[in-house]
């Protein structure tokens, strides 16, 4: 059986950027809606610089907290060309 969404974040090691947890979360959620759910504090977040990050066991108690015990893998969302560039340049920096 695959690992539910939840488990795929705890056991994911290091910090996620904002195009990370995008993808991670496929259809549920897009970049935007994460950058200011960020900025509201209605999700855990950190700054390494200029850049917005997340714990993954953080996200993963958050989840937790706001949906239950499990929620099931995510719908990958079809790839665009926008964001792979935005992902892209966000990697170099």
Known sequence: MQPNLIEQLEARQGAMRVHD???FLGEAIDEKSIYRMAARGQM??????GAICFDPQE??????????????????????HRTHAVSRSMTAA
């Open 21 to 23: 947890v995008a993808a």
């Open 59 to 80: 996200l993963a108690k958050w989840l937790r907290d706001r949906y239950g015990v499990s929620l099931p893998p995510a719908k990958k969302r079809p790839s665009s």
């Open 44 to 49: 855990p977040s950190f700054r390494i610089g």
